[in-house]
């Protein structure tokens, strides 16, 4: 299990970078996608916690999706973001 | 006769390449095969070609654009090759409305996301142990419990599905009745413990031709041998080899007995009435009445053939 929760810190490191570059280009549905994923996996993995904060970003952008009023800034979900790869850094050096 | 022993199979729906690694490390020591498919139409596709004993299916799936979970778990449970299959839905976000939705759609459990490793493993072989009592109970419904061949409910059904084959591919099908000879005698004469040992005794020979014969009883002491793919005339061979047989049987301690039978037989251009499976089974018991008024132990064909005595 050890060298599983290594692989997956790995893949999650790649998989971050890429959730923040999608959220820089506007891509808000591959964001999604990407922190559902994480959001069903990660505890399995061993870090719940990062399970919830993915959690966190979905809820935030499925309430975008369905608000017309578009009053939830990209801004708060790039900020998600940033506490998620802050999150997996705690991780990654402990 | 009955399912190959094979291990079991497992199928995984899931969009995510993270649950996939995960579920097939938690799952490497269980005695199944894991598939993993990757959404919904390749989900489906590999249902319909593995026929796996569980399902594990993300009911979350269609956020990648996709089929809905729940529309996923009714189509498996709609097409008659899938509907077998015991679903455990998994989900990270399910309401109770969600999961009494899915279980009402013939999912038999959920398990939510994140998974705990040994509850999911535990789900899952209790998925597999009770795939496993519903196979048992299907086959039982299907076998006669005194000698293991196929019963009367199932020699019709598939009688009726060799003849739809049979005119769908121009395939020969050809079936045998056979009964015992002077049964009633047998057991009034050794008991019926002796009668019954004859039966089981006939019925593996019955058992020991092709792989794809259909041995079946077909009532107390008559038995009915499908034979799809064979024409009446190489049905003959077959019939007196099991003739054969059975009138060289030795039963030890019981040197008076002496157990023949009678066969009669017919091929589907042998029907004169349209053929199904009903003239088909009426021909052959024509032929085999007509073994038995000759003299019986003997094998009788029905149709344009001249019958053909052979004792």
């Known amino acids: ?49 990062i399970g919830k904060a993915a959690g966190e970003i979905e809820d935030l952008l499925r309430i975008r999706a369905t608000d017309t009023e578009d009053s939830m800034g990209e801004m708060e979900i790039s900020r998600g973001l940033e506490s998620l790869e802050s999150l997996f850094r705690s991780i990654a050096a402990a | 006769m009955g399912e190959p022993d094979v291990r079991p199979r497992i ?13 097939r490390h938690h799952l490497r020591h269980e005695s ?87 509850e999911l493993r535990a789900r899952v072989r209790s998925a597999l142990r009770i795939r496993q009592l519903v196979r048992m109970l299907a086959q039982k419904a299907r076998i006669d419990g005194l000698t293991g061949l196929w019963n009367r409910s199932y020699f019709d059904r598939r009688l009726e599905e060799e003849v739809s084959e049979c005119r769908r591919y121009g395939r020969p099908v050809t079936l045998i009745l056979a009964d015992i000879d002077h049964f009633k005698r047998i057991n009034d004469e050794f008991g019926h413990p002796v009668g019954d040992s004859v039966i089981e005794r006939f019925a593996s020979i019955l058992s020991t031709g092709r792989q794809s014969d259909v041995p079946c009883r077909y009532g107390g002491e008559e038995f009915g041998l499908i ?21 060289e049987e030795r039963w030890p301690g019981r040197d008076r007995l002496q157990v023949t039978a009678s066969f ?4 589907l251009d042998g029907c004169r009435s349209g053929g199904d499976a009903v003239a088909l089974v009426a021909a052959a018991d024509d032929a ?13 064909a029905v149709a344009a053939r001249e019958p053909r005595r052979s004792a």
């Not at chain 1, 290594?6 to 971050?16: A, D, G, K, N, S």
């Not at chain 1, 570059?21 to 993995?45: N, P, S």
């Not at chain 2, 009669?264 to 091929?267: K, L, Q, Y």
């Open chain 2, 227 to 247: 034979l799809p793919g064979v024409s009446a005339a190489s049905a003959i061979e077959v019939a007196e080899r099991i003739r054969r047989r059975l009138s």
């Open chain 1, 1 to 49: 299990m050890a060298a599983l929760a290594e692989m997956f810190l790995q893949q999650l490191e790649v998989r971050i970078q890429e959730l923040r570059e999608a959220c820089r280009r506007g891509d808000l549905d591959t964001v999604r996608f990407g922190t559902h994923q994480l959001r069903g996996a990660a505890g399995g993995y061993g870090f719940p916690e």
């Open chain 2, 264 to 267: 009669g037989i017919a091929d």
């Open chain 2, 32 to 118: 199944a095969e894991i598939h993993l498919a990757g959404g919904a139409t390749e989900g489906l596709a590999m249902a319909k070609s593995l026929r796996p004993d569980v399902v594990l299916l993300d009911i979350d799936l269609g956020e990648s654009g996709d089929l809905d979970g729940f529309e996923i778990l009714s189509r498996l449970k709609s097409d008659e090759v899938t509907s077998d299959a015991a679903v455990i839905f998994l989900s990270a976000s399910a309401s109770t409305e969600a999961r009494v939705r899915g279980l009402d759609l013939g999912a038999i459990d959920f398990v939510a996301k994140p998974f705990e490793a040994a």
């Open chain 2, 11 to 23: 199928l995984a729906i899931d969009d995510c390449p993270l649950v996939h690694q995960l579920l």
């Open chain 2, 288 to 300: 085999l009445y007509r073994a038995k008024s000759a003299g019986r132990d003997r094998v009788y």
